[in-house]
């Protein structure tokens, strides 16, 4: 199995930014993609961005293009998800996820999941 923990989450004021990191352990060698997405309450699970481990291509939701960066630190097996210019519908918390085939926007479809770390925004 595959075994993430997130990190990096807190409280941060509009226009703020976040880094959150994603540290993978476990038979990592399976893992070809890796995402972030974020759940708040009583809303579903939705798509932040995704990177190929392999080839670091990267796709995003929407409404956070332009302002978030995924990447990755290979030495670490680590992911990152750089959150830039926070807003408040932001808030949420985010898990990181891993699935052995390629890179996916659907949560259904990824195999692996950590905890989550909370980020929240306030006005």
């Known amino acids: 199995q595959v075994q993430l923990v997130e990190s990096g989450g807190g409280l941060v004021q509009a226009g703020g930014s976040l880094r959150l990191s994603c540290a993978a352990s476990?038979?990592?060698?399976?893992?070809?993609?890796m995402g972030w997405f974020r759940q708040a309450p009583w809303k579903e699970r939705e798509f932040v961005a995704a990177?190929?481990?392999?080839?670091?291509?990267?796709i995003y939701e929407d409404s956070v293009k332009g302002r978030f960066t995924i990447s990755k630190d290979g030495a670490k097996n680590t992911v990152y998800l750089q959150m830039n210019s926070l807003k408040p519908e932001d808030t949420a918390n985010y898990t990181c996820?891993?699935?052995?085939?390629?890179?996916?926007?659907?949560?259904?479809?990824?195999?692996?999941w950590g905890r989550g770390t909370q980020v929240s925004v306030s006005s």
């Open positions: 990177i190929n481990w392999r080839t670091t291509y990267t």
């Open positions: 476990g038979r990592t060698f399976s893992s070809n993609a």
């Open positions: 996820a891993a699935r052995e085939g390629a890179i996916r926007t659907n949560p259904d479809a990824y195999e692996y």
